[in-house]
């Protein structure tokens, strides 16, 4: 069975940074594409960033460009979302999922989420 | 980037048809996926390219696509499928992804 466990979040103050992981297990992780899509509260899904399957390529959206920053390491099975310069508009529950081929958008599996809250 | 709209919000009585529709400029180069999302929990696929079911999903489930529109149609929905339905697809520039505004649907 495949599983995607987020973990990281938490309440931060504005400004400050955070970071965020995704262990996987059941499939091999070297193999897929991985995203980062997050969910402010009462709203709707939004895709943050893409990592390929061997690092090679990351894109991001523009709301998170030049601060958050995707990566993995292959070797232990773990996805991560390193948040800097965080706003109050960041606030969101974030989910890990992999895209069954890359580029296809079809993201088969997802984590349950970590929230992040963005407060003082 | 390009954006992906959804009705807000549509209805359908229980066991009849309902079709939600995804329109969006990328959607005349790239496939929309379709997700259900039910309160408090995380979104499951049950629709991707031009009509493909994951294996556990329904066959009232089924996608299908013309121009720039792509539609999700649930025939004979059932209590359960009442639930937040977005469809997602790449961007127009193909290297960004996007999810579209999202429709809540309630069965009657």
């Known amino acids: 069975q495949v599983h995607l466990v987020e973990s990281g979040g938490g309440v931060v103050q504005p400004g400050r940074s955070l970071r965020l992981s995704c262990v996987v297990s059941e499939f091999t992780f070297s193999n897929y594409a991985m995203h980062w899509v997050r969910q402010a509260p009462g709203k709707g899904l939004e895709w943050v960033a893409v990592?390929?399957?061997?690092?090679?390529?990351?894109y991001y959206a523009e709301s998170v460009k030049g601060r958050f920053t995707i990566s993995r390491d292959n070797s232990k099975n773990t996805l991560y979302l390193q948040m800097n310069s965080l706003r109050a508009e960041d606030t969101a529950v974030y989910y890990c999922?992999?895209?069954?081929?890359?580029?296809?958008?079809?993201?088969?599996?997802w984590g349950q989420g970590t929230l992040v809250t963005v407060s003082s | 980037s390009s954006e992906l709209t959804q009705d807000p919000a549509v209805s359908v009585a229980l066991r009849q048809t309902v079709r939600i529709t995804c329109q969006g400029d990328?959607?005349?180069?790239?496939?929309a996926n379709w997700y259900q999302q039910k309160p408090g929990q995380a979104p499951v696929l049950v629709i991707y390219?031009?009509?493909n079911r994951p294996s556990g999903i329904p066959d009232r489930f089924s996608g299908s696509s013309s121009g720039n529109t792509a539609s999700l149609t649930i025939t004979g929905a059932q209590a359960e499928d009442e639930a937040d339905y977005y469809c997602?697809?790449?961007?127009?520039?193909?290297?960004?992804?996007?999810f579209g505004t999202g429709t809540k649907v309630t069965v009657l």
């Open positions: 390219g031009k009509n």
């Open positions: 990592i390929w399957y061997d690092g090679t390529n990351k």
């Open positions: 990328s959607l005349r180069s790239y496939s």
């Open positions: 997602n697809s790449r961007d127009s520039s193909g290297n960004l992804y996007v």
């Open positions: 999922a992999r895209e069954i081929l890359v580029v296809t958008a079809i993201f088969d599996y």
